[in-house]
DNA sequence: TATTTCGGAATGAATATTCATTCCGTTTTT
DNA sequence: AAAAACGGAATGAATATTCATTCCGAAATA
């Protein structure tokens, strides 16, 4: 069976984990080749080298969560419609790409990032700049560094996410809305 | 003289400044000995090991920074009042200790954390939810976990700094009272 | 006081270890 | 039976750690 598709996906999978799990540096080639069951040398036919692997793997993410956030955006919506769109988007994303999310936010100033993983990360700040600015025009949202605001909600977010694949706790619905509404407040201006 | 307390303290600030811009695998004990005007040698005449020296740092930082939060504490003050203590602290901490908080907030959950590390930072969490729990008695904090809820705090909080320490922000009491503000509507319930 | 001896702190070259990367014999695919 | 893909041992560079030696200030001796 032409694995060579499935060998790419195991070895950008495994990656992925230990990036998340112990960073970039502390994560060893072996290391990754031994999870996805290949041998060392055969991650050197799909990337060049680690730093390749690092970036392919950043952009890929990035790229993919950036459109989860872009589809259907509702711009005609209320501003706190947008923001439970962007905040679902995440939830969505984390669903289905376990360690993605952690990884971006962990590695997303990193030394060993290139250009093209900067400019997409660039892009996706974009968006939630964007968001946040239309939002501090309608002063609804604080007027404060996007980046903070920014932070504040991936904080929040992931810390969440943390505990419940740590199993300390349960991702009930109730929950996720509730830290929704925490965001939200933190991001909003009050009357 | 090169006092031999004088050395040790060089090299701690030296690691101190690496750890928390780079992290702990991408930093080398020669980068550190460089920095601290030290021979490579040295620093294994003070620290068993690498793994020592960050253990050393970050148990020292965790606890001076427990202390911060903890000296007069105002607890028979309000809810609010209890929270500026606690944000104050975390300012005039990283104001004297400029990479610490950054520090210790990257490498709280590191794999080669040992015992006392790992108990000292959870003295730490302790009195932050003490804090929560509190609050939440009394349903002036949400029903969220108390992890979240810090992440959210620090987060902010962290990422103010680093745009401050970027150049990229001034550091106006104005802006410092907004973060403050943005985490304490995060955090509390609103009727 | 001047000179010598001594202890241990400091050093950085040498060594040991870890790791990214390469290479080549084997296996799989065509 | 080629050709392509693999695996994993081998390689070399980078790094942590060690250790024989130097250095320096403080006693001991004169």
Redesign the pocket.
């Known amino acids: ?4 598709v ?3 996906e195991n070895i950008l999978q495994s990656a992925l984990a230990f990036f998340a799990e112990r960073g970039f ?9 031994n999870d996805a ?17 690092v970036n392919t793997l950043f952009q890929h993410y990035v790229e993919l969560f950036t459109n989860t956030l872009v589809e259907e955006y509702p711009s005609d919506h209320s501003l706190r419609d947008q923001f439970h769109h962007l905040f679902q988007g995440m939830v969505r994303f984390t669903n289905e790409h376990e360690h993605a999310l952690y990884f971006i936010k962990t590695h997303n100033a990193a030394y060993f990032l290139d250009e093209t993983s900067r400019k997409q990360f660039e892009k996706l700040l974009a968006i939630l700049r964007n968001f946040l600015d239309q939002g501090r025009e309608e002063e609804k949202i604080r007027d404060l560094p996007s980046t903070a605001l920014i932070a504040i909600i991936f904080g929040g977010f992931l810390e969440l996410h943390k505990l419940i694949r740590a199993g300390e706790i349960e991702a009930s619905e109730e929950l996720l809305e509730g830290v929704e509404e925490s965001c939200w407040d933190a991001v909003r201006t009050h009357k």
Request: positive net charge; aromatic residues 10%; without cysteine.
């Open positions: 069976m032409s694995t060579s499935n060998k790419r540096d502390a994560t060893t080639i072996p290391m990754i080749a069951k290949v041998g060392a040398g055969t991650i050197y036919r799909y990337f060049e080298n680690k730093e390749v692997l």
